[in-house]
T-cell receptor
Framework: AQSVTQLDSQVPVFEEAPVELRCNYS??????LFWYVQYPNQGLQLLLK??????LVKGINGFEAEFNKSQTSFHLRKPSVHISDTAEYFC?????????FGSGTKLNVKP | DAMVIQNPRYQVTQFGKPVTLSCSQT?????MYWYQQKSSQAPKLLFH???????NEADTPDNFQSRRPNTSFCFLDIRSPGLGDAAMYLC????????????????FGQGTRLTVV
């Protein structure tokens, strides 16, 4: 079975500061990992995905994530956040058939 | 251009009155999903279609049904909405073909926010 744990429900950060949103997964098989962003009253938009290959994945809006198999983690990072990054971020794992989402992390960027 | 379109964006329905939510896609994807997302919670998969094959999650209440008349359209029917069914409903698509391999991602619509009064 697959599951995703997002360790922080809320992350406040000041504008231009770096941020890391944590995600850990459990799976008995090979996994494909995703980060999605959700703005208020919107659907989910793909930020980035890890399928195979390089463990450092770059996505849209300056975000990147690193896949760490030994720690079963897929943390999302951005070196300098903007007010417009305020949103909820979901980590997801897929096993080819379905997507399983974490409970989400609300990123609140303060001026 | 919108690729997964959900209508309406906001739906208010009366307790116990059947309601249908609509999803259409221009991606020609063979898989379509319906998720329920309650406030501050993760999206929860209700069911998905792989082509015409319907796959229900074990814990999806019987009150929720779905129809997929063709590749482009998928409907979510709630037969007797209760107050606990108020949520955002998300439709998503993906492609799962030999050519695509397992490297698929889900494309989401904007969601329909359902209010039950």
């Amino acid at each position: 079975a697959q599951s995703v744990t997002q360790l922080d429900s809320q992350v406040p950060v000041f504008e231009e500061a770096p941020v890391e949103l944590r995600c850990n997964y459990s799976s008995s098989v090979s996994v494909y990992l995703f980060w999605y962003v959700q703005y208020p009253n919107q659907g989910l938009q793909l930020l980035l995905k890890y399928l195979s290959g390089s463990t450092l994945v770059k996505g849209i809006n300056g975000f990147e994530a690193e896949f760490n198999k030994s720690q079963t983690s897929f943390h999302l990072r951005k070196p300098s956040v903007h007010i417009s990054d305020t949103a909820e971020y979901f980590c997801a794992v897929s096993n080819f058939n379905k997507f399983y989402f974490g409970s989400g992390t609300k990123l609140n960027v303060k001026p | 251009d919108a690729m997964v379109i959900q209508n309406p964006r906001y739906q208010v329905t009366q307790f116990g009155k059947p309601v249908t939510l609509s999803c259409s896609q221009t991606l020609n994807h063979n898989v379509m999903y319906w998720y329920q997302q309650k406030s501050s919670q993760a999206p929860k998969l209700l069911f998905h279609y792989y082509d015409k094959d319907f796959n229900n999650e074990a814990d999806t209440p019987d009150n929720f049904q779905s129809r997929r008349p063709n590749t482009s359209f998928c409907f979510l029917d709630i037969r007797s909405p209760g107050l606990g069914d108020a949520a955002m409903y998300l439709c998503a698509t993906s492609t799962r073909t030999i050519a695509a391999g397992p490297w698929f991602e889900a494309f989401f619509g904007q969601g329909t926010r359902l209010t039950v009064v």
